[in-house]
């Protein structure tokens, strides 16, 4: 089902951002302009399912489309030339995931020389991914050449799916990520500054969420930076530096054991303080006397770095773009288009629809059939 | 006689892709001397003025992009309406010593076809 007009032309941009450059969001914004004045023009001011439909037949083929923009460029090897940049997009991505895993794995204490082959955790994960990867392709290509139907403009093919694999990535931050940012990060340093809160985690602990605090205050700072002005080198280059510094905390933090010292709990009457140390034998048996906590606080601190490195790698790869293309340091950039985090949340615009077996029928009378040949 | 017919078809249709391909250019260069303008109004001037062209949408933006990427034209966003952001283009210095020089060609290449195909070969 193709959902709202909006929604085919957004799906019909998905096909071709598949064939682009990780640099084309310029031509995207574009193409997605033309397409709803066309559709506007074409239903007489109005935006229908027919008219959008009609606008992405007319614009073309979303491959051929994307290579008429990126250039055919030359075939690798066995790849097809028009797979060349989905290939090299999904290849700098997973370079990208094991660069951010195998720092992560760095702080944490486990060296790339102690790991014999890899099959030691969290090495193997980036490689379980690629090889994951490669078996999808293997089996998705080998489905797509059996599979003789095309899909409508407006849907992306099973291939297409798995060539888009990390598109999302590059698409400039949303406005209102950006606002969630600076909520988060303002409400979670005046928690971590709270004395009831302080009093939980122990005294050496303490400067070190003064550090975190400021860091979450820069965060929100960070935040703030692209709600107003979007996506430029500046925002970028903020939040890579950002990544950086959480990045080398993290390098002491791992050096510290578990923080927190003592927890709330109700005992009937009021809130008062239990220290973890002082729990009744069977449960500190049942964690594995603080093993357990010291595993967690390592993911806790591994996950950190691997979102920190995968946030300056993709900066870093965004601001050599822009650079690329002659932008300086500081522009009005733009924000990406909100994401639907909560699909479910989102469905009232598959309500003017109804589907039958020959097709989709929209209110507006436009049939769209499950099976129309790529034009 | 039906393939000998469909062979001339399809050879007129390669050299008028050709022809149309660099006169496509000219047309764009042309209409962005007259005003700027973004995107979709150039397709849609192109489709009423130049209909000769007969221009596939999807290739008149890459050409849009290349002309940039060869300092003939320069681009500037307008989000006035943030639902449709436009990307106005204009003609660079460069861009209007093209035209100059791509209207010469154009002319003396259409002048000497038409002496040639009429067959005036008094110069």
Redesign the interface.
């Known amino acids: 089902m193709s959902g709202s007009p909006m929604n085919m032309i957004e799906k019909y941009l998905e096909r071709v951002r598949v064939y682009l450059p990780i640099d084309s969001e ?2 995207l ?6 397409l ?3 559709a506007e023009t074409l239903g007489q001011g109005e935006i229908t399912h027919g008219s959008v439909m009609l606008a992405i037949e ?3 083929n979303p491959k ?2 994307a290579n ?2 990126a250039g055919i460029g030359k075939r690798v090897g066995p790849l097809p030339a028009e797979y060349v940049q989905p290939a090299i997009r999904i290849v700098l991505l997973l370079v990208a995931l094991g660069a951010a895993f195998i720092m992560g794995s760095y702080v944490v204490g486990i060296s790339i020389f102690d790991v014999v082959g890899i099959t030691n955790f969290p090495f193997n994960i980036p490689v379980m991914v690629a090889l994951s990867l490669l078996y999808a392709a293997i089996i998705i290509a080998g489905l797509s050449a059996i599979e003789k139907r095309n899909a409508p403009p407006s849907e992306k093919t099973v291939l297409e799916s798995f060539l888009g694999l990390g598109s999302d990535v590059f698409k400039p931050k949303g406005r209102w990520d950006a606002a969630a940012e600076v909520v988060l990060g303002v409400v979670f340093a005046m928690v971590l500054l709270l004395s009831p809160i302080r009093i939980l985690f122990r005294e050496d602990f303490l400067l070190f969420m003064n550090v975190i605090a400021v860091l979450l205050l820069m965060d929100a700072s960070k935040g703030l930076l692209f709600f107003i002005a979007g996506e430029n080198n500046l925002n970028l280059l903020f939040e890579a530096v950002l990544g950086g510094i959480w990045v080398v905390l993290c390098m002491f933090l791992i050096n510290i054991q578990w923080p927190l010292e003592q927890v709330y709990a109700f005992d009937g009457a009021e809130w008062v303080l239990i220290r973890l140390a002082d729990f009744p034998f069977e449960i500190v048996e049942l964690f594995g006397r603080f093993e357990v906590l010291a595993l967690l606080w390592a993911i806790g601190v591994f996950i950190v770095v691997v979102t920190n490195m995968w946030s300056i790698l993709v900066s870093s790869m965004k601001i050599a773009m822009y650079l690329k293309e002659d932008k300086g340091l500081w522009w ?1 950039g ?1 924000w990406g288009r909100g994401r639907h985090r909560f699909p479910f949340l989102h469905r009232d615009s598959d309500q003017n629809q109804a589907h039958s077996d020959d097709g989709t029928t929209y209110s507006d009378g436009h049939k769209e059939s499950d099976n129309i040949d790529e034009t | 006689m039906e393939k000998s017919r469909k062979n001339v078809l399809e050879e007129i249709e390669r050299w008028s892709k050709e022809i149309k391909r660099g006169a496509a250019s000219l047309a764009i260069v042309a209409i962005l001397d007259e005003q700027t303008a973004y995107g979709y109004e150039i397709v849609k001037t192109l489709g009423e003025r130049a209909s000769f062209l007969q221009l596939e949408q999807g290739t008149v933006y890459p050409l849009l992009r290349r002309l940039e990427k060869r300092k003939l034209l320069e681009s500037e966003w307008n989000y006035d309406d943030p639902t449709k952001p436009k990307k106005y283009y204009k003609l660079t210095a460069d861009g209007k010593m093209a035209l100059q020089m791509m209207t010469e060609t154009w002319s003396v290449l259409s002048d000497e076809l038409k002496r040639l195909i009429e067959g005036d070969d008094s110069q």
């Open positions: 310029d031509a914004t574009e193409i997605r302009t033309h709803i004045e066309e007319r614009f073309g051929e489309a008429a923009y009005q733009r």
